[in-house]
T-cell receptor, first 112, second 113 residues
Framework: DGGITQSPKYLFRKEGQNVTLSCEQNLNHDAMYWYRQDPGQGLRLIYYSQIVNDFQKGDIAEGYSVSREKKESFPLTVTSAQKNPTAFYLC???????????FGSGTQLSVL | EDKVVQSPLSLVVHEGDTVTLNCSYEVTNFRSLLWYKQEKKAPTFLFMLTSSGIEKKSGRLSSILDKKELSSILNITATQTGDSAIYLCAMDYSGGGADGLTFGKGTHLIIQP
């Protein structure tokens, strides 16, 4: 089945630690996105990538980093510089930029 | 300032009722408006509305785009408990780059039996 797989479902971060959230898609989509969802805040864009080896900052990129070495994969690293990382993180992909997004099932990140 | 504003933010109705969810946007150079349903984790796509497709319907759900009023409504008739979810409205507009969609905060809909 085609789709987007995010892992892990739940992740705990210790203070000062970097953690990486995985996002893999087999839809052959060029565009991939990371959103953060906080209660009552809707979805906010962290980073996006239109093509392999290229990515752009979204609205709330500070404290996060990404890579796009393969078309299928767009991992997100939450660095120690992100002081309030507790949130639900959603990865999405689209056939081309600004087409409808397909979402993964998300990763809930919490701080220990 | 929010570009996409949804109302109400939460709504509780009884099974069988009809509900109308609202979404307004603040740019005039928009390309499309999308509705998503988020039940637990992954938002699932409902409708995309564009200048060439301002009304969509699927079963008990329908949506209309009012370009003059810069808004859209999502109607759900004969609601069922399975309609309980967060409904997200999102907008794509030219000049926003290829940076995905701009989302509203969502309407949390609860259908009571």
């Amino acid at each position: 089945d085609g789709g987007i797989t995010q892992s892990p479902k739940y992740l705990f971060r210790k203070e000062g630690q970097n953690v990486t959230l995985s996002c893999e898609q087999n839809l052959n989509h060029d565009a991939m996105y990371w959103y953060r969802q906080d209660p009552g805040q809707g979805l906010r864009l962290i980073y996006y990538s239109q093509i392999v080896n290229d990515f752009q900052k979204g609205d709330i990129a500070e404290g996060y980093s990404v890579s796009r070495e393969k078309k299928e994969s767009f991992p997100l690293t939450v660095t120690s510089a992100q002081k309030n990382p507790t949130a639900f993180y959603l990865c999405a992909s689209a056939d081309s930029p600004n087409e409808k997004l397909f979402f993964g099932s998300g990763t809930q990140l919490s701080v220990l | 300032e929010d570009k996409v504003v949804q109302s109400p933010l939460s709504l509780v109705v009884h099974e069988g009722d009809t509900v109308t969810l609202n979404c307004s946007y603040e740019v005039t150079n928009f390309r499309s408006l999308l509705w998503y349903k988020q039940e637990k984790k992954a938002p699932t796509f409902l409708f995309m509305l564009t200048s060439s497709g301002i009304e969509k319907k699927s079963g008990r759900l329908s949506s209309i785009l009012d370009k003059k009023e810069l808004s859209s409504i999502l109607n759900i008739t004969a609601t069922q408990t399975g309609d309980s979810a967060i409904y997200l409205c999102a907008m794509d507009y030219s000049g926003g780059g290829a940076d995905g969609l701009t989302f509203g905060k969502g309407t949390h809909l609860i259908i009571q039996p």
